[in-house]
């Protein structure tokens, strides 16, 4: 059952972001600022106390991450048994995740196939940093990580992805990315130039399938970036021709 994606429009108030919702789970458009997790640090929106301030009889709690500066996509149970069959979902492969992004030309030219897999392993980054590392060979402590792309338009200065995350590690479509010189628009952290006007990055998460705790069926939630402009309009417009 196919859910969420709303016409586009700025408003971040927490109603008009709820993609989904029965009484196990619900899907939220992340806006970029906020934390996915309670407690974030100075600075950050906390998403699961807005949730419950908007619903007082809900407990909000997360399944899985969205770094900060991203948006797009995020799943929350409401109650312990949905936290632990969803959790296992993700363990176990049972998702989905497709993000949008948008980067520029690699500086060194470099260039890349239409479509094709990135391969790497990722290793944790020093502490304090929040920055992981990229390996393209095996080594210890280094994990996998693989993810499919296509680059179905660009512009004059910058590239539009379709990522399918194959793997879940820590900022990993950001590292990847940042590895074979295309950094994500406004990811200061991975090399990009110049920060984002909204203080986030330009990685949306697209589409998010996951099994339905309450039945025997799956759910996918699909939305727009939430605060869209002429850039973002450019890659929709891009991925219809």
Known sequence: MKHGEPAPAQDLSIEKRILFSNSSCMVINKAPGESTEPLSKPGMIDLPRL???????????PVHRLDVPATGCVLFALNGEALRF?????????????YWA?????????TLPAEGMLKHWIGAGRAG?????VSDTEGPALRESRLRYRIFGRGEHYLFWEIELLSGRHH????????????????LKYGARRSEKTGGIRLHART????????????????????????WLAFREAILI
Do not use: M, W, Y
């Not at 949730?51 to 709690?61: K, N, Q, S, V």
């Not at 948008?102 to 470099?110: A, Q």
């Not at 479509?173 to 990811?187: M, N, S, T, V």
């Open 86 to 98: 969803l959790g296992n979902a993700f363990r176990e492969g049972k998702t989905q995740k497709n």
């Open 172 to 187: 990993q479509i950001r590292a990847q990315l940042a590895h074979e010189g295309f950094p994500i628009k406004g990811d």
């Open 208 to 231: 998010l399938s996951f099994p339905d705790p309450e039945s025997s069926g799956a759910i996918t939630v699909s939305c727009f970036p939430p605060l869209e402009d002429n850039l």
């Open 129 to 133: 940093e929040n920055k992981v590392t």
């Open 102 to 110: 948008i980067t520029g030309f690699s500086p060194s030219g470099k």
């Open 51 to 61: 949730l419950a301030e908007h619903r007082t009889d809900l407990r909000p709690l």
